[in-house]
């Protein structure tokens, strides 16, 4: 009899279209399940009132509530980007990106060296897609994170641009290529799907930048590059 099952390592690649279409429609349909328990479990909880059963469907609602969150977060990154530009200060950006790390990562944001070397620049950016483009590279450089080692953060101009930098490595330097340096970049995990390099790269076509990964397996560092087109802020006020 001729075996009739499939190699999936041989079958015909999903077209890129197909995929992002399949996980929007997924993610839609997960948090559409995930909205109803959250009712039942309002209804249940007035019901029960104050006391155990009430205090445990309080739980599960945040429970809920989170995954619906990751749910809408994943289904973002195959959306439309749609940015709503504006010239913004680098200097202040990046205090609202520290502040907003150090909330999300109350401990882990301790590790990480802040270098911002710029001054009066500007760039034309959506804010909240550029912090989530650096957010994600955060993200990832925190949970890879080995030991002790810290996280640099620097920013700096450049021949008429602004460079963001998250600079890490190994406890170890690598003594073979294990693939160490992109694992922050492209590996699944919970919590994270390798899509890394995807969003970020999404998010800098739209806004006109650049992503520059390096990783050095000898020294073990890995360097992710940001790259976005600077003003000065001394333009506006200038009388021509």
């Given at each position: 009899m001729r075996d009739s099952s499939l190699n999936f390592e041989n079958a015909p690649a999903i077209p890129v279209p197909r995929l992002?279409?399949?996980?929007?429609?997924?993610?839609?349909?997960?948090?559409?399940?995930?909205?109803?328990?959250?009712?039942?479990?309002?209804?249940i909880a007035e019901i029960a009132g104050e006391g155990e059963v009430g205090e445990e469907m309080s739980k599960l609602r945040r429970m809920v509530s989170h995954v619906t969150q990751d749910m809408q977060e994943l289904s973002s990154r195959f959306g439309e980007l749609r940015p709503v530009l504006m010239d913004y200060p680098v200097q202040e950006f990046l205090q609202g990106l520290k502040e907003a790390v150090e909330a999300e990562f109350e401990n882990q944001a301790k590790r990480i060296v802040w270098e911002v070397k710029v001054?009066?620049?500007?760039?034309?950016?959506?804010?909240?897609?550029l912090t989530n483009a650096l957010m994600e590279l955060t993200r990832n450089a925190?949970?890879?994170?080995e030991g002790d080692q810290a996280i640099h953060f620097t920013a700096w101009d450049e021949k008429g641009q602004v460079i963001f930098e998250v600079r890490q490595s190994r406890s170890q330097p690598a003594t073979d290529a294990d693939g160490w340096g992109r694992q922050p970049l492209d590996s699944s995990r919970r919590g994270g799907y390798g899509l890394g390099l995807f969003y970020v790269r999404r998010i800098l076509d739209t806004l006109g930048g650049a992503l520059e990964p390096r990783y050095d397996a000898e020294s073990g560092e890995l360097r992710v590059r940001l790259i976005l087109p600077a003003r000065r802020q001394a333009r506006h006020d200038s009388n021509e």
């Open positions: 992002v279409n399949f996980v929007r429609q997924v993610t839609h349909d997960v948090r559409n399940g995930l909205n109803a328990i959250d009712l039942q479990s309002a209804f001054g009066d620049e500007e760039i034309e950016m959506d804010y909240n897609l925190i949970f890879f994170r």
